[in-house]
Nanobody, 126 residues
Framework: QLQLVESGGGLVQPGGSLRLSCTAS????????IGWFRQAPGKEREGVSCISSSAGNINYADSVKGRFTISRDYIKNTVYLQMNNLKPEDTAIYYC???????????????????WGQGTQVTVSS
C-alpha cells in the first residue's frame, strides 16, 4: 500500500523560504503524478502544484506562480516543493498526494488523487 510522508514544514517569517518533501517507503513514485495541496483553517483544500511522472508537465496555482517550484528526485524517490517569498496567506497544512492512473500529465484537482500523506504544517508569521 502506498503511504506518502510529508516533511519540511515549520514556522517562517514573511519573505522566508521552506522546502517541503514528499516521500514513500517501499513504493516507487517514478511512475506517478504527484500533487501538492493545502488547507487553511475554515477553507477548502486547494491545489498548489503538480508534477507528472516524467516531470514533463508541471502546473501551479496562480497564487503561487513565481514563488513555488515543484521538482522530483528519482534517486531519492522524493518530490519537493520549494516555497520562496512566503506570505501569511500561505499558512496551511500542506499535503502531497499521488495520482495512480497511467497518465502522462498532472492536474491540481483533488479528486484525481487517491493516496494522501498526513500533512505538514506551514505557518508564515512575524
Amino acid at each position: 500500500q502506498l503511504q506518502l510522508v510529508e516533511s519540511g514544514g515549520g514556522l517562517v517569517q514573511p519573505g522566508g523560504s521552506l522546502r517541503l518533501s514528499c516521500t514513500a517507503s517501499g513504493f516507487t513514485l517514478d511512475y506517478l503524478a504527484i500533487g501538492w495541496f493545502r488547507q487553511a483553517p475554515g477553507k477548502e483544500r486547494e491545489g498548489v502544484s503538480c508534477i507528472s511522472s516524467s516531470a514533463g508537465n508541471i502546473n501551479y496555482a496562480d497564487s503561487v506562480k513565481g514563488r513555488f517550484t515543484i521538482s522530483r528526485d528519482y534517486i531519492k524517490n522524493t518530490v519537493y516543493l520549494q516555497m520562496n517569498n512566503l506570505k501569511p496567506e500561505d499558512t496551511a497544512i500542506y499535503y502531497c498526494a499521488a495520482d495512480v492512473r497511467p497518465v502522462t500529465f498532472c492536474g491540481t484537482i483533488a479528486t484525481l488523487y487517491v493516496s494522501w500523506g498526513q500533512g505538514t504544517q506551514v505557518t508564515v508569521s512575524s
